[in-house]
């Protein structure tokens, strides 16, 4: 039995999208890359929402089946919604996967997180033999935290430890990330905080240096992954 109106319905993009042509030309680009059978590692963010929507409309069109590893509530729903079957990291592997950035540096060195997701996207992004990051013209940065501080997801009880930490390893600035649509902060997908920081002059071992402080779960800084940029 279906329920007579499903909520899920309801999970469209919420708010406008920037650069929306742009995005939809890359969005459509990636849809191509969709082979029947494939299990797919989806992200999160803007342009992540369009391609899902292009690959839907592919297999609606194509009677392609394919399996989506969901990143996000919104993600899964979204899923849900145009017919895409979900799985997950515990019963699957992907075959590839996608996602979006906030910045992207010329090695390929991303920040991620601006959606609070960060933490279940760098689990696919590690787990796919190639992600493809979708960008437009406006994420590409000469230097990490150009635009965007870099999201650190820490557990509610080490806040203050972690923002101890991160001022010691010279972070210009510490800010716990607050919501918008509730009081007090942000919490993610696996019910942590965000601590957005901004550092400059980062290197390749600052992702590591982060990871190793007692109270961080995950950073939205990408450095060496298996990554393809799309724009």
């Known amino acids: 039995m279906n329920w007579e109106e499903n909520v899920k319905q309801k999970s ?8 929306l042509e742009e995005k939809e030309r890359i969005a459509k680009k990636l849809a191509q890359k969709v082979k029947d059978g494939d299990v797919i590692g989806v992200g999160s963010g803007s342009t ?7 690959i839907a409309e592919r297999m609606k069109k194509e009677n392609l089946h394919i399996t989506a590893i969901p990143t996000s509530h919104e993600i899964k729903m979204l899923c849900e919604n145009l017919g895409i ?15 979006g950035a906030d910045e992207v540096t ?7 997180g601006r959606g609070g997701a960060m933490y279940k996207e760098k ?28 999201p650190i997801e820490v557990n509610p009880e080490a806040i203050n430890l972690v923002r101890q930490a991160l001022n010691e390893m010279g972070a210009e600035s510490v800010t716990l ?28 071992t600052y992702e590591k240096k982060l990871k190793s402080i007692v109270g961080v779960v995950e950073t939205g800084l990408f450095i060496g992954y298996p990554v393809e940029i799309e724009k």
């Not at 469209?12 to 650069?19: K, Q, R």
């Not at 079957?85 to 996602?99: E, H, I, M, S, V």
């Open 48 to 54: 992540a929402f369009l391609a899902t929507k292009a």
């Open 106 to 112: 010329s090695k390929n060195w991303l920040v991620k």
């Open 85 to 99: 079957p979900t799985t997950n990291l515990l019963a699957q592997k992907p075959d590839w996967a996608y996602d």
């Open 177 to 204: 990330r607050l919501a918008k649509g509730k009081d007090g902060p942000i919490v993610t997908e696996s019910g942590n905080v965000i601590l957005d920081t901004i550092f400059r002059n980062v290197d390749e």
């Open 12 to 19: 469209l993009w919420n708010g406008e999208i920037s650069n």
């Open 123 to 150: 689990l696919n992004i590690a787990a796919s033999p190639i992600t493809y990051i979708l960008v437009d013209n406006s994420k590409i940065v000469e230097h990490i935290c150009d635009k965007f501080p870099i």
